[in-house]
């Protein structure tokens, strides 16, 4: 299907405005199609000319123009229908129908196991608009909808619009503000509902009905955060929600963490966490509820006007979501979980070949525009607005911020608008700024330089390098601070806009034993721990009082494992000594993640895993001897325990309900992590796996089931995972996902070692049948785990296709990149752990 240009789409959008659609969506015709009519009407600024409205149909049953009707055999070529001899205002009706998706793009419908009932939402972004109605699909042509919804009679229909009900199985969604086309969402189905109201706005929360209990249980918590996140928009914009009512449907097989679509924000549903959640958790769902709110403003009342600006939508959200958690809500640690998690993945986007400027890549097409929507967009863009707010002054971005929204309500900005709104707000020339930080890729490594003398300071130097082959002239505010047995010793605000800073404020001062750099990690950059530093963090970094910059440790840690100046043994020194008496949340549950599903099984020689998984083990079991229940260290300790431990007789008293941990006596998901560790240990089979679905047979069950069938280690489990992910069995995207999972665990290469090959020819031949943003993640997850010569020369052969997918090509690309640092790594510290 072809992609939309931006020469295309400057030239219909000079041609075409777009007055409003009527849409009409029958989704009583079955599990596979559903009836969709469309009419809009729009002007033409050359009367006599000729356009055309995107349209991805099943079948196309009759299509009116003005009045007279066209045979709609054939006409649709490439997912377009051509429109000749336009008048100045037209009426176009198209009647179509059109194939529910399984893959979590355009109209997804899912069914659950655990009641057979069917739910079906939209996810119209970036492109799949056409294929739930016919539209000009381009961000830029906006208009008011109108939307009528058929549906069994038992369901419920949620929209951008409120809802109502116009008669049995017919709803009507109330007349739309001005939206882009990928806004549009339809929610339908046997949804369950929690209702409150706030300040005048409506407000609504879904679910599947076998959800029901979670929804219930975590509604106070999410409407909390909802109401708070409401008060603390309207007060910094200046402008009110303008939508109408505000829905938050949890939906299911969701591909991203959530959608903003106006008035109807859709979210992934396992954030409906069905057994204990650790605070983290609960964090990284409230930053998503008010991340999602704040487009409401920044990409939904002014959307970009191309897709090349889709980054400052995210970086905006982003940031303003976790400023409004720090300001409104008791996560005050939000910039502690965004420096271990957010950043942690956007350092990883900028390690790879595949890293690009934060902002002015030029997109020349829609599908284009989605390679670049990574961690470089979110996190990067983010840490660059915090830079850009130090730069110019809190109060003078906000000023610009609220002159930006209110100029372009209801329309479309670009980013020189908003950074003229914040020019013309704080009187700064933001060009040189703008080409160091937005257009230029790549990032300083920031490092500080102490001599001592008998222990105290005789000079202290930050030293900011620039990467030679992307030079650029940052300025960068952060701060440096040092410790010593959990003594502050000293810290300093920097204003780094040379390659030397000296910090005449530490020299005469005793020498700490840590120096953190970018300690309350205000900048984006590359943080190089001194020798002595990372030497010390095994006795010191656990005395270290300042979550925040324990959180920027950590982080530098795994930049430096991956970077190949770690050791993989160093990190897991640090990790015995330190993250058992770590306190937060967030970095102790993503810091054993990462070391048991990253730093191990990527950077640890396959020879000497075991002996790495132990040593996370003892640490695990220390912290489950020493949490006490319901407390922050209660669930990350035995979650990791129940992931590494090779105790037989543990694992199978806590997989069948014996001796658990307190709190987690009925919880589903942590006996999916006994039972993956007991498959890919070989301790059960196919039946018992499948006996366990049983026990909890429910869309998450089936998901966990398929991965601990992937993961047992024989050679019939993989061939049939094999085949279910890559011969066309009609899997949904999360069944793909979790199959992926499983199949490269594996006791020793040589179970795995002839699916190398084949995943190069295999995985990138399924985008004839799964979508770009589905695939790209299956690319990444089913990337072969054999860290080798071998894998590394067929996966280079692969990249240098030119029949690869946009999407294919990039999480290729960022898959071997991670494969080259895991060999660069074993190479220089192999030995030993
Ligand atoms: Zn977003």
Not at 53 to 70: F, H, M, P, Q, Y
Not at 406 to 433: M, P, Q, R, V
Request: some cysteine; glycine content about 8%; proline content about 5%.
């Amino acid at each position: 299907m072809r992609s939309l240009t931006l020469a295309e789409a400057r030239e219909r959008s000079s041609l075409i405005t777009v007055t409003s659609y009527a849409v009409e969506l029958d989704l009583d015709q079955g599990t596979e199609v559903f009836g969709s009519r469309t009419s809009v009407r729009f002007t033409c600024a050359e009367p006599g000319a000729g356009s055309w409205i995107d349209l991805k149909a099943r079948s196309v049953e009759t299509i009116s123009l003005n009045g007279e009707s066209l045979d709609p055999a054939d006409v649709v070529v490439d997912g377009r229908l051509p429109l000749e001899g336009l008048a100045a205002d037209n009426e176009l009706v198209v009647a179509a129908t059109m194939a529910y998706s399984h893959d979590g793009q355009g109209l997804h419908r899912a069914t659950d196991p655990a009641d057979d009932l069917d739910y079906v939402y939209g996810h119209l972004f970036l492109d799949a608009a056409p294929s739930a109605y016919a539209c000009f699909d381009q961000p830029d042509l906006k208009a008011p909808y109108d939307v009528t919804v058929h549906a069994p009679l038992e369901w419920t229909v949620i929209g951008n619009g409120a809802a109502s009900k116009a008669g049995a199985g017919t709803w009507t969604l109330a007349t739309t503000k001005p939206l882009a086309t990928y806004f549009m969402t339809v929610c339908a189905g046997p949804y369950v509902s929690v209702h409150d109201e706030h300040d005048g706005i409506p407000l609504g929360l879904h679910a599947r009905a076998s959800l029901r209990e979670p929804l219930e249980r975590h509604a106070a918590e999410l409407f909390d955060v909802t109401k708070r996140s409401f008060d603390y928009f309207h007060g910094l914009f200046g402008i009110r929600y303008p939508f109408g009512e505000y829905h938050q449907v949890f939906v299911p097989e969701f591909n991203a963490g959530a959608m903003e679509n106006p008035g109807c924000v859709t979210f992934r549903d396992q954030y409906l966490y069905r057994g204990a959640a650790t605070r983290d958790e609960l964090l990284t769902r409230a930053n998503t509820v008010s991340h999602e709110m704040s487009h409401m403003w920044f990409g939904d009342i002014v959307t970009m006007k191309w897709w090349d600006d889709l980054w400052l939508n995210e970086s905006f959200a982003e940031y303003m979501s976790h400023r409004c958690l720090v300001d409104a809500t008791e996560y005050t640690d939000a910039w502690v979980d965004s420096s271990i998690v957010r950043k942690v993945w956007g350092y990883g986007a900028e390690r790879s070949p595949s890293t690009h400027p934060v902002a002015g890549v030029e997109a020349l097409d829609a599908q284009s525009a989605l390679q670049n929507f990574d961690g470089i967009s979110y996190a990067k863009g983010a840490a660059t607005l915090r830079q850009l707010i130090a730069y110019v002054g809190d109060e003078h971005f906000i000023a610009g911020v609220r002159a930006y929204l209110t100029d372009k309500s209801y329309g479309n900005g670009t980013l020189a608008d908003f950074l003229g709104a914040i020019e013309t707000a704080s009187g700064k020339d933001l060009e040189a700024w703008s080409r160091a930080w937005l257009l230029t890729a790549d990032r300083d490594t920031i490092s500080v330089d102490v001599e001592e003398q008998a222990g105290v300071v005789e000079s202290a130097v930050v030293r900011r390098e620039a990467p030679a082959d992307r030079p650029a002239d940052r300025p960068h505010a952060f701060d440096v601070a040092g410790w010593t047995d959990g003594r502050e010793l000293g810290r300093v605000m920097v204003t780094a806009t040379g390659p030397e800073t000296t910090l005449a404020e530490l020299e005469g001062t005793p020498e700490p034993s840590v120096v953190v750099p970018n300690a309350s990690d205000l900048t984006w950059a590359r943080v190089r721990l001194s020798d002595a530093t990372v030497a010390a963090l095994p006795s010191q970094l656990g005395q270290i009082p300042d979550a925040q910059a324990r959180a920027v440790v950590w982080s530098a840690l795994i930049d430096g494992v991956h970077g190949a100046t770690v050791a993989p043994e160093a990190f897991l020194d640090v990790f015995d000594a330190a993250w058992p008496l770590e306190t937060n949340s967030s970095i102790l549950t993503r810091v054993a993640a990462y070391a048991e599903h990253r730093i191990v099984p990527y950077f640890v020689p396959r020879e000497l895993q075991e002996a790495a998984m132990a040593r996370l083990n003892r640490a695990a079991v220390g912290l489950l001897e020493r949490a006490t229940a319901g407390t922050t260290e209660s669930l990350p300790g035995p979650r990791l325990v129940a992931g590494t431990s090779d105790d037989e007789a543990l694992l199978r008293a806590w997989a069948d309900g014996q001796g658990l941990p307190a709190g987690l006596e009925d919880d589903g998901d942590f006996r999916w992590i006994v039972v993956r560790n007991l498959s890919a240990r070989g301790l059960i089979g196919v039946a018992e796996v499948e006996s366990f679905r049983a026990k909890d047979d429910t869309l998450q069950g089936g998901l966990n089931a398929l991965m601990c069938r992937a993961s047992l280690p024989d050679a019939d489990a993989k061939a049939w995972a094999w085949e279910q992910l890559t011969g066309r069995q009609g899997r949904s995207n999360y069944e793909m996902v979790h199959l992926a999972r499983g199949f490269w665990v594996a006791p020793d290469d040589s179970l795995v070692a002839d699916y190398v090959p084949r995943y190069f020819t295999d995985v990138p031949a399924m985008s004839d049948w799964v979508g770009e943003d589905a695939l790209s993640r299956v690319v990444l997850v089913a990337f072969p785990r054999v860290f080798d010569d071998e894998t590394a020369r067929l996966s280079a052969a692969a990249i240098s296709r030119d029949d690869l997918t946009p999407a294919v090509h990039r999480s290729l690309v960022d898959a071997d990149a991670e494969l080259r640092e895991a060999l660069a790594s074993r190479a220089t510290f192999g030995a030993a752990v």
